[in-house]
């Protein structure tokens, strides 16, 4: 299957500090991507998408950008807050945009 | 309320004996899915159904069956269990592909003893 991956697993920052969370993938064919967010006890909330045409996107107090030279996205929160705290995922659909691969995600800390 | 609901939320069984995890929208929405989500290994898709009577295997599909027989339900069968089965369960759904946002259940951890 495809391989969709995280640098760090684990991510601590300060509340009120932006935070920056990378997904590498290795499929240069695909053309869709997408962070989901998940709480403990819960399913994934999607966050952002992004197509592989456009290289950042920006939503509510997040950006995703994509760099297709190296295969690497990342997702930005700015001031991050307690309630950001959770597991973030990235995913990524190929061109048939019928499967979707998962990174095995990377949880996020926020201290107060 | 919008959202997608499975049933049951927590499972103990044995191996063989055949069992289903249910999963049901009311969005109306053509395009559902099911994952498993094992540690360190993230979300893994397992089936998929664009729509009615339409389904095709995702990553992991090998000891699942599912049946898409009405747009709002796609349950998740397993014929016979395996240890190697137990693991949480997500069934998702969208309005069509998978460009569309898709929506989660709340999970089912099944254990399989």
């Known amino acids: 299957g495809e391989s969709v991956g995280l640098h760090l697993p684990t991510l601590s920052v300060q509340e009120g500090d932006n935070s920056i969370i990378n997904c590498a993938y290795s499929?240069?064919?695909?053309?869709?991507f997408i962070w989901y967010k998940q709480e403990s006890g819960k399913g994934p909330q999607f966050i952002i998408d992004i197509r592989s045409n456009m290289d950042k996107r920006q939503g509510q107090r997040v950006t995703v950008l994509l760099n297709k030279t190296v295969k690497h996205l990342s997702l930005q929160i700015a001031a991050t807050q307690p309630g950001d705290s959770a597991v973030y995922f990235c995913?990524?659909?190929?061109?048939?945009?019928?499967?979707?691969?998962f990174g095995s995600g990377t949880k996020l800390n926020v201290k107060p | 309320e919008a959202q997608v609901t499975q049933n049951p939320r927590y499972l103990i069984t044995v191996t063989g004996k055949k069992l289903t995890v249910t999963c049901s929208q009311n969005m109306n929405h053509e395009y559902m899915s099911w994952y498993r989500q094992d540690p360190g290994l993230g979300l893994r898709q397992i089936y998929y159904?664009?729509?009615?009577?339409?389904?095709d295997k995702g990553d992991v599909p090998e000891g699942y069956k599912v049946s898409r027989k009405e747009k709002r339900n796609f349950p998740l069968i397993l014929e016979s269990p395996s240890p190697n089965q137990t693991s949480l369960y997500f069934c998702?759904?969208?309005?069509?592909?998978?460009?569309?946002?898709?929506?989660f259940g709340p999970g089912t951890r099944l254990l399989v003893l």
């Open positions: 159904s664009m729509n009615v009577e339409v389904t």
């Open positions: 499929n240069s064919a695909s053309d869709y």
């Open positions: 995913a990524e659909a190929p061109w048939d945009f019928n499967k979707f691969y």
């Open positions: 998702a759904s969208s309005k069509g592909g998978l460009q569309e946002t898709q929506y």
